[in-house]
């Protein structure tokens, strides 16, 4: 029969050990990451609303679900008097850091029955997508929608179909 020495794994053993409890250690004593992308820090960043003032109204909110009933994030309708501006904002909260195919969509009209306009941003993003348009004296509708995975993943989707907040 063979023989093993069983010294050399018990050091390997007891110096991986060390590694997992020091990487243990060390992770909870880092201080953990802010809420990441509040509504308010999205509203305010350029690659969201891009509203610098900060002030805005929650004019209408959808979850974004799937066809199963699962819930994948929120859609957001915002209004900033200040800029005469709506924004919608697909906010993820399942899949949220992961890069998945995340859409959020805004229809606007006249508030009569004119030509229809429509801006959308779709990606794969970690967090949210958003999109702005000046849309004082238009009626509006919104869409969002997150993947759970690439472009084929199972879709999750947030909607007003209804024309409203117009003015």
Not at 26 to 46: E, F
Not at 107 to 113: F, K, T, V, W
Not at 134 to 141: D, Y
Not at 144 to 149: P, Q
């Amino acid at each position: 029969m063979f023989a093993i020495s069983r010294r050399p794994l018990r050091r390997f053993a007891g110096t991986g050990a060390a590694a997992f409890l020091l990487s243990a250690a060390v992770i909870g004593l880092a201080p953990a990451p802010a809420s990441a992308h509040s509504l308010s820090d999205i509203v305010r960043s350029s690659d969201g609303c891009g509203w610098s003032s900060g002030s805005y109204t929650n004019q209408d909110s959808r979850s974004a679900i799937n066809r199963n009933g699962s819930r994948y994030g929120t859609v957001y309708l915002l209004w900033s008097g200040a800029y005469g501006e709506n924004c919608v904002v697909t906010r993820k909260e399942s899949w949220h850091g992961t890069l998945t195919w995340t859409v959020a969509e805004l229809h606007y009209r006249s508030s009569g029955s004119g030509a229809e306009g429509v801006v959308r941003d779709g990606d794969q993003y970690g967090h949210y997508a958003a999109v702005t348009q000046k849309t004082a004296g238009h009626c509006v509708r919104f869409l969002g929608s997150i993947s759970s995975g690439g472009h084929g993943g199972p879709l999750a989707t947030g909607s007003r179909d209804d024309w409203g907040n117009c003015g």
